[in-house]
């Protein structure tokens, strides 16, 4: 049974560089991992830890061969000790933020088809009307809102293509999700492509071209096998499987491949849409936070110049 102890004893005795070497240790697996991150030597991380379980009552590690595993309330420290300590960090950044408006930091997660196709423009007026808030922009797939970074409090937000609705994404209980456009699938060869000039194409004349595909659990990749599966036609071997959007962007441009894609991607002018109807183009983009996170000024700033340029975009 845990020893119980008081909430004004925990307080009076619990630190936040505690929690931060918790963390590192979980993170690193190891006490000799974790001190050399974070700069300090072993026997001081081990009396940290030992500390902390003076103070909670309880083992919060298993130790192995291979180093250390958080315990059941070695995992209840981590679920809701990161929370406060995020929240802490929040408050400094606030401070910052406060005491100087145009300084902070943004942290942001988003598949590539939205950096190269919608942030371009809006970061660069951002960044030229704020220089003193520097924008972290992370390459993140939005398959699923199984989003471990932003769960784990490493990003502020994520701009995510959503393959499916939050009801039905199990990941998202815990998020927010919030509709910022509706982008559509399209067909779409390189603007010089001899598709590119026809008015009227049938989908069956396309089975044994030469695809390029996202992988299969992708909805633009889903969308297209539904429109050849809905005209009793065999799904095409694809070619090319990638999420590069300068990869897919460059075949189209230079050869006779086909693909689906965003329509905010055709901004990129090296495709052009065809005639070809989708049986649900729906591409829905959403800005996807933590419930009950409290955002840092700098974040809901850039959030704002977002809903305004997209506004701006339609």
Not at 28 to 46: D, F, I, N, R, Y
Not at 119 to 147: H, K, N, S, W
Not at 219 to 248: C, D, H, W
Not at 282 to 311: M, Q, W
């Amino acid at each position: 049974m845990p020893k119980r102890m008081s909430e004004a004893g925990i307080g009076r005795r619990l630190r936040f560089r505690d929690l931060q070497v918790f963390f590192t240790v979980v993170h690193c697996g190891g006490m000799a991992k974790a001190a050399a991150e974070l700069g300090v030597t072993q026997p001081s991380v081990s009396e940290t830890i030992a500390e902390l379980e003076r103070i909670f009552g309880v083992r919060l590690f298993d130790r192995n061969p291979q180093g250390v595993i958080p315990t059941i309330y070695g995992r209840a420290v981590l679920k809701r000790g990161l929370a406060a300590y995020d929240e802490l960090k929040q408050g400094l950044r606030d401070i910052e933020f406060l005491a100087d408006p145009t300084r902070g930091e943004v942290r942001i997660g988003c598949p590539e088809s939205i950096v190269s196709a919608i942030l371009p423009a809006m970061v660069q007026r951002f960044c030229r009307d704020y220089p003193g808030i520097a924008l972290d922009i992370a390459a993140t797939p939005t398959a699923t809102l199984e989003l471990s970074d932003l769960h784990a409090r490493k990003l502020d937000v994520v701009l995510a293509r959503l393959a499916r609705p939050q009801a039905d994404d199990h990941f998202g209980d815990d998020l927010t999700v919030e509709m910022l456009f509706q982008d559509e699938a399209v067909v779409a060869a390189g603007a010089n492509s001899r598709w590119a000039r026809r008015r009227r194409i049938d989908l069956a004349e396309l089975v044994d071209k030469p695809w390029i595909a996202t992988p299969r659990q992708t909805l633009g990749t889903m969308l297209l096998e539904q429109a050849f599966q809905a005209s009793n036609l065999p799904i095409p071997k694809y070619r090319v499987t990638t999420f590069s959007v300068q990869l897919r962007t460059h075949l189209l441009a230079t050869g006779d491949f086909l693909t689906v894609i965003p329509r905010s991607m055709l901004r990129l002018n090296a495709a052009k849409e065809l005639p070809i109807k989708l049986p649900t183009p729906g591409l829905p983009v959403a800005i996807v936070t933590l419930k009950n996170r409290t955002l840092s000024p700098a974040v809901d700033l850039f959030l704002e110049r977002l809903r305004t340029y997209v506004k701006s975009m339609a």
